[in-house]
């Protein structure tokens, strides 16, 4: 049974920083692209941030592109995501994904495997 587990959420004020950590159970995910995908209340779930099997490369939406860095440890069978610079808007439940296809992908229907999500609150 594959699982995705996702920590480190929560409540954070305006221009703090929270890191995620989402552990990868059922399956190795050195053969799978893995990204952070978001959903804010009212609002469809959408692309954060990708990385491909090996960390090589990575992909960021725009809003979140240099102030949030997603990494891996395949080793740890983990994925992270720094969040710097935290705005009001980046409030959402926050879900790790997984995709078969190795290379860093930003098609959210494209991903296999869902974390149950967490919360991210960013008050002003």
């Known amino acids: 049974q594959v699982r995705l587990v996702e920590s480190g959420g929560g409540l954070v004020q305006a221009g703090g920083s929270l890191r995620l950590s989402c552990v990868a159970s059922?399956?190795?995910?050195?053969?799978?692209?893995m990204a952070w995908i978001r959903q804010a209340p009212g609002r469809d779930r959408e692309f954060v941030a990708t990385?491909?099997?090996?960390?090589?490369?990575?992909e960021y939406e725009a809003s979140v592109e240099g102030r949030f860095t997603i990494s891996r440890d395949n080793a740890k069978n983990t994925v992270y995501l720094q969040m710097n610079s935290l705005k009001p808007e980046d409030t959402a439940v926050y879900y790790c994904a997984a995709t078969n296809l190795r290379n860093f992908i930003t098609a959210i229907d494209l991903y296999d495997y869902w974390g149950q999500g967490i919360q991210v609150t960013v008050s002003s």
């Open positions: 059922g399956l190795t995910i050195s053969t799978y692209g």
């Open positions: 990385i491909n099997w090996s960390g090589s490369s990575t």
